[in-house]
């Protein structure tokens, strides 16, 4: 059974950085995709940042394009993302999960394979 651990959020103030971190125990070998979605009180989810293990590819969301980064630690089956210059509007439960196709992580959430707890990013002033 696949389990994920994140582990970073916090609170920042605007302007300010935040790296999450996904743990992923369960596989034999490396899961497919591994990234990120959020999702704000009241709104809906979207997708932040998704990473290829095997290869690399990386996609990430055009809102958060230029201050999110999504890298990955293979040998462990971790992926992190690192956040900087954040918004009030980056403000959301952001969660982990592994998925088949980088699609998942912005439609169709529910046939991501597993998905972490969350982990809640708060910037405000």
């Known amino acids: 059974q696949v389990q994920l651990v994140e582990s970073g959020g916090g609170s920042v103030q605007p302007g300010g950085s935040l790296r999450l971190s996904c743990a992923a125990s369960?596989?034999?070998?490396?899961?497919?995709?591994m990234g990120w979605f959020r999702q704000a009180p009241g709104k809906d989810r979207e997708g932040v940042a998704a990473?290829?293990?095997?290869?690399?590819?990386?996609r990430i969301d055009a809102s958060v394009a230029g201050r999110f980064t999504i890298s990955q630690d293979n040998a462990k089956n971790t992926v992190h993302l690192q956040m900087n210059s954040l918004k009030l509007d980056d403000t959301a439960m952001y969660f982990c999960?592994?998925?088949?196709?980088?699609?998942?992580?912005?439609?169709?959430?529910?046939?991501?394979?597993?998905r972490g707890q969350g982990t809640m990013v708060t910037v405000s002033s």
């Open positions: 999960a592994v998925g088949s196709r980088s699609d998942y992580f912005w439609r169709n959430w529910e046939k991501l394979n597993a």
């Open positions: 369960g596989y034999t070998g490396s899961p497919p995709y």
């Open positions: 990473i290829y293990m095997s290869g690399g590819t990386k």
